[in-house]
């Protein structure tokens, strides 16, 4: 069974740029969920993707979009960043949309300068 | 709206002594608890659930509707319970889907 795996480790923008970041679910699951978390902040809920459609999404602008794939991998994007976009993102997958443990990856530290 | 608070961001005790980890809730139907850990080094995982009634490490937790409160206990800490520990919630079926709403974690420190 291979876990949620996530690239990049690190990652440092500007100001106003965009970035990628990538998540692999656990083999099995068909839901993941991205959370982004703070220094010294519990993990924040940004969406939630369920066979490739979003699935439900937390309060955050709509410069941060995300993608699922047929094999269920998973990409948050961010565009124009701002400096408080600065955080640990999550990536979890789950088998099913509701009351399933969630399986966390590594995470992603971007930084934004 | 959904709310989870842990009243504790740091939380030291010696070996063998009990801890409790404070959680309490703000959810206008019947939630799902869930406490998760992180231990240094690695990955946020679940330790348990309150629908399933287990007793994972030795922790319990018992979900307080009345009190609206989900506190995680342990009779004898021990030192590799050391890590940070996040209370979450999940909401309604169909509603939500399975997005957790974490506290802002308590940093448990057990010391020898």
């Known amino acids: 069974e291979t876990g949620v795996t996530q690239s990049p480790t690190h990652l440092i923008k500007t100001r106003g740029q965009q970035v990628t970041l990538r998540c692999s679910s656990q083999s099995g699951h068909n839901t993941v969920s991205w959370y982004q978390q703070a220094l010294g902040q519990g993990p924040q809920f940004i969406f939630q993707y369920y066979r490739e459609e979003e699935n439900g999404r937390g309060n955050f602008p709509p410069r941060f979009s995300g993608l699922q794939f047929p094999n269920y991998s998973s990409e948050l994007n961010v565009n124009a960043l701002e400096l408080d976009d600065s955080a640990l993102y999550l990536c979890?997958?789950?088998?099913?949309?509701?009351?399933?443990?969630?399986?966390f990856g590594p995470g992603t530290r971007l930084t934004v300068t | 709206a959904q709310r989870v608070t842990q009243p504790e961001k740091l939380l030291s005790v010696f070996k063998g002594a009990p801890v409790e980890l404070k959680c309490n809730y703000s959810?206008?139907?019947?939630?799902?608890l869930f406490w998760y850990v992180q231990y240094s080094r690695q990955r946020l995982q679940l330790l348990l659930r309150h629908i399933s009634r287990e007793s994972i490490k030795g922790f319990t937790a018992d979900l307080n509707k009345g009190e609206t409160s989900f506190h995680l206990k342990k009779p004898f800490a021990q030192e590799e319970d050391s890590a940070m520990y996040y209370c979450a919630l999940s909401g309604i079926r169909g509603t939500s889907g399975s997005r957790l709403t974490f506290g802002e974690g308590t940093q448990l420190t057990v010391n020898p």
């Open positions: 979890a997958s789950s088998f099913r949309t509701t009351w399933d443990e969630q399986y």
């Open positions: 959810y206008s139907g019947s939630p799902e």
